[in-house]
Every structure is written in structure tokens, then in C-alpha cells.
């Protein structure tokens, strides 16, 4: 910076450049009220004694040739945790999401599918196949409820679809 | 660089089920999460479906992070992560329903007085009037920044100041090319102030 007609007032260094910036920021793009509040929310919807399930297949991020001949508007997700997990594809219908899943190994199971409109419940069928339509957009996660008391519940990682 | 909080006794305060250790990580890392969403031009029900996951995510892993010192690093890229899934996926349309809740409430600057303005009233609204229109020309000679710069410099913008080995996972940047790139963008956004406060200042 050699231009010697610049403003004395912005003669000013980097890290005081910066700082201005911040404020900025601060005053015209601070984080909205209701995320935060959504951010404190976020704890009450923990399950710490269900086992996570992590994602481990997005085929927006991993899409290979299998996934691209479905083509569509079709998103596949796949979760895992130790033998037991949850595919699930989601379609947009409209303003809201349908999804069809499997549980493997299959079994019926109750399935809750936790999202910001709340939790809807269906159940997965003795080949632990299951399906739920009116899910809001936004971030949703399943919980697998345990069907049998030496078993634990499973809930998948959080995705946002 | 980042102000005050150990991460390891909050994180294992939260893991354990402390509400109030939650709530100081929401307040402690909510602006660096915001400014990643930001950095990629991110808004309405698009920002919060990334803000939300986010947060909703790290609930879930809290017990299960496995190097608690890095809580901010982990935050930061999943914020990229989910950024980048959403901008693929295609925006939501938002109405503008939903968009009104998002709206930011200018700060009041004060009570006008309603006696004479004295000759100090008019210097300090003048002052006032400059200054306003500095940042003005400032915020727009950063929007009007491009890809790699504008990206960086609103995750540097974040309240608290992030550390640069988390700016570095926030954008998937080498940790030593921040320091070069940050001092060339704020040479491009002096360059771009610069201009502008020479158009206002030019008879039209």
C-alpha cells in the first residue's frame, strides 16, 4: 500500500481493519435470536443411552454410478453402527419429504422420525422396510426403538434434508 | 485466541448432561458457526436447516468427541460440510413469511433531545453521519469482495475471534496459508474502501 492519497483516518493496520470488520458484522449479521435459542433446544433432543448410528453413505457427497442411474430427485443415506443400520432414501413431495427406509438386520421395530415439526411415528414391517411422508424439510434424525429389553434404541447422526 | 473458555471442562460438563455447559458452548462457538454459514452466502430457512444440524449434531456427539480441545474445529467442519450439501441440494424457496423472522433489529442509538441542538449536537450528528457513512462503504467494499476473500474474511469476522486452526478447518485451508491470504484480502478490501470513500467524495 504506497498510494499517498489515501484517507489519514484509513491508515489504520490489519488486525484494527479486521476489528472494524467484526463489529460490523456484529451489527448487521449477528446470529438471528431463534437460531440460538434453536441451538440451546438442540440439547433436549439428545439420547445418550441409544446407540449413535453414523452416517457413513450421502450420495450427494459419495454419489457413484449406482446412485446416478436412479437419477431423480431421490437422496440416499446410509447409517451404521456395529451390525445394525438404517438406509434411507429421501424424495421431495412439494413442501414436505417422504422417506423409505430399511432396518437391517430386518425386523419390525417402532420408528421415530425426529425433525422440526416434531416426531412421526411409523414402524418398520417384519422385512424392516418403513415409510413416512409429511417429514418438515430441514434436519431430521430416526430413532429405532429397541424391540427387546436386551437391546439398545438406535438413533441416526442428524442430516439435513 | 479465542476468548476464555477451556473446552475440555466444558464439553465433558456437557457430555455429562449439564445444561448450563451447553448453553456457554452456544454462546461461546454460535458466531463462528453463523459466520461459516455466512462466508458461503447462506440465508433464510437455508441457514437455519445448516445452523440447526449443526448444533443438533454436536448434542448428539458431545459424549462421544474424542479430543474435546478441538469441540471448535469439529463445529466448524460440520458447519462446511452441511454448507456445502445445502448449496448442491439447491435453496429452499423461502416465503417471505419465513424470512420476516430472520430480519435483524437495528440497535437504537439513543433518544433524540428536544431542545435546540446546540453547536456540539450538530458537530458530534455530523461526526456521527461520517461514520456511518464509513461503514456503509466499508460493508460494501466487503460484499463486493469475491470467492476466497470474502469467504475468509467473514469467518475471521466471527465474535469471538476464531484461532486460525479453526478458521483453517472452517474453509478446508492449509493453517499457513491464512495468515498470506488474510493480509492480501485486506489489501483488496483497503483498495475496494478506498474507492468508495473517493466516489462519495467526488462532485457528482
Partial sequence: MTGGEGDMRDEIGDDELEAQLRQLAADREAVPAELLAAAVDAFTWRDPDAELAALVFDSLVDQDATTLVRGGQERLFSFRAGQRSVDLEVTVTGAWRTLIGQVTPSRSAEVSIRHRGGIVSTYADELGRFRAEHVAPGPVSLRLNASEPTETGLITDWVSI | ?204
Fill in chain 2, 1 to 204: 485466541m479465542a476468548a476464555g473458555i477451556d473446552p475440555r471442562r466444558v464439553v465433558s460438563a456437557a457430555a455429562g448432561g449439564d445444561e448450563t455447559a451447553w448453553r456457554t458452548l452456544v454462546g461461546e462457538y454460535s458466531g463462528l458457526v453463523w459466520s461459516v454459514i455466512r462466508a458461503f452466502r447462506l440465508d433464510g430457512a437455508d441457514a437455519a436447516d445448516v445452523f440447526q444440524t449443526t448444533w443438533l449434531r454436536l448434542a448428539e456427539h458431545i459424549s462421544r468427541i474424542k479430543d474435546p480441545d478441538r469441540v471448535v474445529a469439529w463445529l466448524a467442519t460440520v458447519a462446511r460440510r452441511e454448507c456445502l450439501q445445502n448449496i448442491k441440494v439447491g435453496r429452499r424457496t423461502v416465503s417471505t413469511g419465513d424470512m420476516s423472522t430472520f430480519e435483524v433489529v437495528p440497535p437504537v442509538r439513543g433518544l433524540v433531545a428536544d431542545e435546540d441542538p446546540t453547536a456540539e449536537a450538530i458537530l458530534a450528528a455530523e461526526q456521527e453521519r461520517q461514520d456511518a457513512a464509513r461503514s456503509a462503504a466499508l460493508w460494501d467494499a466487503f460484499e463486493a469482495l469475491s470467492g476466497r476473500c470474502r469467504e475468509l474474511l467473514r469467518v475471521l469476522m466471527a465474535s469471538p475471534p476464531p484461532s486460525y486452526a479453526d478458521v483453517a478447518a472452517a474453509l478446508d485451508m492449509p493453517v499457513g496459508s491464512i495468515g498470506p491470504t488474510r493480509a492480501r484480502c485486506l489489501g483488496r478490501l483497503r483498495a475496494g474502501l478506498a474507492e468508495r470513500i473517493r466516489g462519495d467524495l467526488a462532485p457528482s
